[in-house]
């Protein structure tokens, strides 16, 4: 059958539309209309087998808030003290060092240290190897997350990060960017943790070089993603290696994000995108997974370089565009897949 268009909160304006007034019940008509609409969505729009689930955050997000004058004020506040590098030793407290930090700073650490952080000035943390003892670690509580960014133009490099909670409610991670701009996270190793690198409403950062390791132990289902961006823009993932998380990349709502080079195999889907437009993957591998490329409600994607390979299970895919227009794919190999381009009302497309 011939299903209406999909419109999201929109449609459930016209819903509500149809009741009656002054008494606030329904009109009988009108209810009969929303009874209908119900049946008609629900045989349209449930999950079908081919189709990707939606995970989270399927509604546009609300428009970001300006600073009050206390966070701004704070952003722009000159620091107490010239900044300087501070060495944090296997036995030193890494929490203290970082609350008592301030703008500028460099935070050298060695060794692991235990408990939840948080990074609140733009500074770097940067691990040291020690000899015999290699990277420096962070590990979580397992109540939360293990590594919290809430200032811009944070750097943190090298280090050994685990011990999230597992929380999908709370969407604990390793690492969060919480709306900050201009971050980056290089060369870290993640690993047993809910989310790898979760971006929430950050831009312009870049994640390059990060090995990222899902929780093997719970059910795919169970797991969180690689790296996964809400509301989040203008953002470069580089060289990263993504393996057994539940999705590799995520993006909801996510536009003008350049992803290159990245390595993404034995996981649910390679790449899950929902409701975001104009963003860029070159040079990328996604092998062996459920699916390669999951694109869902977006538009100008460009797809260059890329190889899409070994998909070979009961739903698999190279790549599946579904209610998607304006993409761009050129010079990839889709190759090894039990199906190798899926197409459900994706227009205005080019192949080459």
Not at 24 to 41: C, D, E, Q
């Amino acid at each position: 059958m011939n299903c209406p268009e999909v419109v999201g909160p929109v449609r459930s304006e016209r819903w509500v539309s149809l009741r009656g007034g002054g008494s606030g019940s329904a009109h009988p008509v009108a209810s009969a209309a929303v009874a209908f609409l119900a049946i008609v969505a629900g045989v349209c729009f449930a999950p079908a087998p081919l189709a990707a689930q939606h995970e989270h955050h399927v509604r546009p997000p609300a428009e970001a808030g300006s600073d009050s004058a206390a966070d701004a004020a704070a952003r722009t506040r000159p620091p107490a003290r010239a900044p300087r590098t501070i060495q944090v030793r296997r036995e030193d407290d890494l929490a203290a060092a970082l609350s008592g930090a301030v703008r500028g700073d460099t935070v050298r650490v060695r060794g692991a240290h235990h408990g939840d952080l948080r990074i609140d000035v733009p500074l770097l943390l940067a691990a040291v190897v020690g000899a015999g003892t290699g990277r420096a670690r962070l590990v979580g509580s397992g109540e939360g997350t293990t590594l919290t960014v809430a200032a811009d133009s944070v750097e943190v490099r090298g280090f050994h990060i685990s011990g999230s909670g597992i929380s999908l409610e709370r969407d604990d991670a390793a690492v969060k960017l919480l709306r900050c701009e201009g971050c980056r996270i290089v060369d870290n190793r993640i690993d047993e943790s809910l989310h790898g690198i979760y971006l929430l409403e950050s831009n312009g950062t870049r994640l390059v070089g990060n090995d990222i390791e899902g929780i093997a132990r719970l059910e795919e289902s169970q797991r969180g993603n690689g790296i996964h961006l809400y509301n989040s823009a203008a953002n470069r993932l580089e060289r990263n290696r993504v393996r057994r998380t539940r999705d590799g990349i995520y993006f909801s709502f996510a536009s003008d994000n350049e992803v290159s080079d990245n390595d993404v195999a034995d996981l649910r889907y390679g790449l899950h995108y929902m409701y975001s437009d104009d963003n860029r993957f070159r040079g990328n591998r996604f092998e062996r997974n459920a699916a390669g490329a999951a694109i869902m409600f977006s538009k100008r994607i460009e797809f260059r370089g890329n190889v899409f390979s070994h998909h070979t299970g009961p739903r698999a895919f190279g790549i599946l565009l579904q209610t998607s227009q304006d993409i761009v794919a050129e010079q990839n190999r889709i190759e090894g897949n039990r199906i190798g381009l899926f197409m459900d009302n994706a227009t205005r497309s080019l192949f080459a």
